[in-house]
């Protein structure tokens, strides 16, 4: 039972960690492709701190943790985190988000240390598109992370991707066609105003409508009942087994489902990917003068209070809504 119960009756059961701000790939619709003001590394969370959050997250109900970033596989004791997660007296269940590009070497050594699935981030199938989208030519690192996950048994392989307006739009069925062949599991994911770099429209977007139409150009999709606080509405495709989701956050927003919390890997707490106000738990995680004790009941106590100050919404549909000053990849996705 999760005690972070916020005032409009949701409970919190998942916490998105990200482990890094840093990344491997500049998709444009995640940051820009100069980026550089990276956080110091000093203000990022050490790996003992991190898992003082989770144990804390874990005993106020958190049961799934999802590591991501920026890159989480750029981290380089992450498989001593997966494993550290592991171990735990209450471990949730873990998964990991990732671009893919350094599973070809660390799908093993995850699996080994008890990672239990893995989502990997894919938008086109095409080189040069990846190419552009990215802003490095590493497509074929993306592939052969992905053939090493399945050799690892990282099972349910979850694909994510984007579509953007005049770059991958008509991919929809191609990336599904393939999904398919390869026994993954995609989901396609609405761009939401998080770029940093300011070039989402809400008037080009492709939607989830605009998914929905793409695919049943192909296929019969229709409905899986019973989506509870999942962000993704799936579909069977041609009636089954196989599932597609979509995952509308803008058009089709499905806050009024959400347990999720997330943890920027500079120790921020955030009730929400688009809040404008973070709990600072890093500096509890570094001030001297309290015991472990007191760390402990006072990282409880931030969580309960970002949850408590949850909004109703993410606000994207707003006329009034501000971006989050900060960009996905150092918020976590
Ligand atoms: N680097 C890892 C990856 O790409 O999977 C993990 C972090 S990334 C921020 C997590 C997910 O957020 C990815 O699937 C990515 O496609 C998605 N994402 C990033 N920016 C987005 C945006 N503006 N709108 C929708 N999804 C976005
Ligand atoms: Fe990096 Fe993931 Fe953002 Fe792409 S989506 S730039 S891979 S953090």
Known sequence: MSTLIDTYGRSHRDLRVSLTDRCSLRCTYCMPHDFAAWLPSEKLLRTDELLTVIEVATSAGID???LTGGEPLLRPDIADIVTRINALPKAPKLSLTTNGLRLAELAGPLADAGLMRVNVSL???????????????RIGDVFKGLSAAREAGLFPIKINSVLMPAVNEDEAPALLRWALAQGFSLRFIEQMPLDAGGIWNRSTMVTADDIFAALSTNYALTPVPARGSAPAE??????GPETVGIIASVTRPFCGS?????????????SCLFSHEEMDLRRVLRNKELSKEEIHQEIADRFHKTVLGKLPGHGINDLNFIQPFRPMSAIGG
């Open 64 to 66: 799934e943790v999802r």
């Open 234 to 239: 799936e579909f069977y495709i041609n009636g």
């Open 123 to 137: 938008d086109t199938l095409n080189r040069e598109r990846f190419k552009m989208l990215t802003f490095r030519d």
């Open 258 to 270: 959400c347990d999720r919390l997330r943890l920027t890997s500079d120790g921020q707490l955030r």
